[in-house]
């Protein structure tokens, strides 16, 4: 059969999107702190945009707002930072320290060598032999000679830092105790309890007493002194474990109905350089610099959509969740992206970008916006609540179990079957492990090691 060519007419349909809507999608897609960087780019690649500055006693109250709504996310702070370390980073705390030394200038240069591989939680990235590959081959560096500066470097403090693993870093915090007032023996426990740390996080401490050969009582003081110890030497140098988290949206009350706004002290206020715009006005090619201005009033509009957007998704959940702002999380409402974006004839997907990072204030504390949202979990009459709400009943019962004999999983079950709510036991350990709960097991060990 022979093949020949020809013309044919069709018709199909393509959804394309333009630049500005993909501009609109990205940006209601970012969090506060990725819209500060979109914007900061936007500024210095646009000479036609402008920030508008804010009056000085506007931008006093903004600052007051901030500090008022900003919470840490993280319960690690500054204040744990030694004094001679604050407003460095590790590694300059670490260089200080070398330059205090009589090491000689290869032992130095080794050393700092070192301390670049570090990572931020102050352990070495690599093994020795890795890292005698990667320094200059006329160094021509004698591994004994590395090994040799990884000693030193161990030797500064923060306790512990330079360490290949967990146990090493352990090993090397008991090392530093033995010139204290501890116990020898206990000492010597916890030196060995490092190499056996799966056995300790299992909480298996009959074997670990047959392995050690030591006393349950002598166990239990060295597990107690292993837990005082820093597992990150690098922490107090970490910025990154520091997290604020300011709310993007307000719920509050007015004339007894919620009502949400978005926080003045994030809200990006933006303008065309008016100045620019006149000039151009009397230029006779300025093509791009038209471009420019185009592109800094979608801009504009984009911004004004991203706020109108969550504004109205933010209204939303405030009407649906009313029950939350007034009784707590135990009154969380099951609530699924298909509702809201129903009730604004949204997309899901514009609802879940318009959720994603944002934070929202409310009376009981700043919440995502996207913990608003749980399926139903249906209680013994009828009703449903929402898995946040099974979270807290499940808080509660947590705090009311006895130190030394923790609820299991099933237990933990029947209880909640005793308030109206039977779920799983399976269910159960999915909301303990969400929640960050060990097990009982585990709750168990600690509390025979305090």
């Known amino acids: 059969m022979q093949s020949r ?55 006093a109250q903004a600052e007051q707002l901030d500090r008022w709504w900003s919470q840490p996310a993280s319960q690690s702070g500054s204040d744990d930072i030694p004094e001679s370390g604050r407003g460095q980073n590790l590694e300059e705390f670490l260089l200080q320290q070398l330059h ?118 002598q166990l239990d003081r060295a597990h107690a002194l292993i837990l005082r110890l820093e597992p990150r030497p690098g922490r107090a140098w970490d910025a990154a474990d520091i997290h604020y988290v300011v709310p993007d949206v307000l719920l509050h009350r007015v004339r007894g109905r919620w009502q949400a706004s978005i926080n003045p002290a994030l809200a990006p206020r933006l303008r065309v350089n008016q100045t620019y715009v006149d000039c151009l006005a009397q230029a006779a090619e300025a093509d791009a610099l038209h471009e420019q201005v185009r592109q800094a009033r979608t801009l504009i509009r984009s911004l004004g959509q991203r706020q109108q957007t969550i504004l109205r998704v933010a209204q939303a959940i405030a009407e649906r969740q009313h029950a939350f702002l007034e009784d707590g999380p135990r009154a ?40 608003f949202f749980g399926t139903a979990v249906q209680t013994r009459d009828g009703a449903d609540t929402s898995a946040m709400a099974v979270q807290d009943l499940i808080k509660d019962i947590l705090a009311d179990e006895p130190a030394g004999r923790p609820l299991s999983d099933s237990r933990i079950a029947e209880l909640l079957a005793e308030r109206g709510v039977p779920i799983a036991r399976r269910t159960v350990a999915k909301y303990r492990e969400a929640m960050g709960v060990p097990t009982a097991g585990l709750r168990k060990a600690r509390a025979a090691s305090l």
């Open 5 to 59: 060519p020809s013309l044919e007419l069709g018709q199909h349909q393509q959804l394309a999107l333009t630049p500005q809507l993909q501009q609109a999608i990205r940006l209601l897609n970012c969090s506060s702190q990725e819209l500060e960087q979109e914007l900061a780019q936007a500024l210095e690649d646009n000479p036609m945009l402008e920030r508008v500055e804010a009056a000085d006693e506007a931008a």
């Open 100 to 217: 205090a030394t009589r090491a000689t200038a290869r032992d130095r240069d080794l050393v700092f060598a070192l301390i670049a591989a570090l990572d931020r939680h102050g352990y070495l990235d690599g093994t020795l032999d890795e890292l005698a590959g990667a320094l200059p081959e006329e160094w021509a560096v004698d591994p004994d000679e590395l090994a040799t500066a990884l000693r030193l470097l161990q030797s500064f403090d923060p306790p512990g830092v330079g360490a290949r693993g967990l146990a090493e870093c352990l090993a090397l915090q008991i090392g530093r105790l033995a010139d204290g007032a501890e116990d020898p023996a206990i000492l010597a426990c916890a030196r060995r309890l490092t190499g056996h740390l799966d056995l300790l996080a299992a909480g298996k401490f009959s074997r670990l007493c047959d392995e050690l050969a030591c006393g349950r009582e």
């Open 332 to 371: 969380l409402r099951p609530l699924v992206l298909r509702d809201i974006a129903h009730e604004l004839d949204l997309h899901e997907s514009t609802i879940s970008r318009a959720t994603r990072q944002k934070y929202a204030q409310t009376p009981w504390g700043i919440y995502e916006m996207k913990r």
